[in-house]
């Protein structure tokens, strides 16, 4: 987090990420998607991007639903009750507060997209163990008390792709490296 809004720091921000997690690498080209603010157009992440292998996209104008995953994000951290409705006292304090909610956004926070798991599990492939585990608690209670279930139990069946614009193909693989 920043006073200033600049391309450096985002351009410093992709090539941290795509090389800690081994992005650049990656035998299909990963799409990041931002907005059409300047910093995220600009030629500095752009040239980033491209050293990195990884194909830009960007919101298309009066399109709403193209940044859903951002605005999610957004509303989660603005319905927070410890978010400070009144601002920020000094850009110490709103780091302080961006990195406790990252982390409980991670590794706390169960997303209902993803079988309710936190990313951390997720992106760590725990998921898949996890999910089982739910599946076969769900099925011995519903053993032991078969009048309890209408249908069937609920779904824990692993997620396989999210998708961003599947129409764009920008698509990300669970536990992709």
């Known amino acids: 987090m920043h006073d200033t809004d600049q391309a450096e720091h985002a351009a410093h921000l992709v090539r941290r990420t795509a090389l ?3 992005i ?3 035998v299909l080209r990963p799409v990041l998607h931002g907005d ?4 995220v157009k600009g030629t500095t992440v752009l040239a980033m991007l491209y050293w990195l292998n990884i194909a830009p996209s960007h919101s298309r104008p009066r399109v709403s639903d193209d940044n859903a995953y951002a605005e999610a994000l957004f509303r989660t ?5 410890d978010f400070p ?11 302080q507060w961006a990195a406790a909610f990252v982390h409980w956004y991670n590794h706390e926070h169960r997303h209902s997209g993803i079988r309710y798991v936190t990313p951390a599990q997720r992106h760590a492939g725990g998921d898949g163990p996890l999910l089982a585990a739910r599946h076969a608690l769900y099925q011995r209670a519903r053993e032991i008390n078969p009048r309890r279930w209408s249908g069937p139990t609920r ?4 997620i396989g792709v999210v998708t961003l614009n599947p129409e764009r193909d ?6 992709t490296p």
């Open 155 to 158: 779904n824990w069946t692993p």
């Open 24 to 26: 650049h690498g990656r």
């Open 36 to 39: 059409n603010g300047p910093s």
């Open 20 to 22: 800690a997690e081994g």
């Open 77 to 81: 951290a603005k319905y927070r009750q």
């Open 85 to 95: 409705t009144t601002g920020f006292a000094d850009l110490a304090g709103a780091r």
């Open 170 to 175: 920008s698509v990300v693989a669970p536990g």
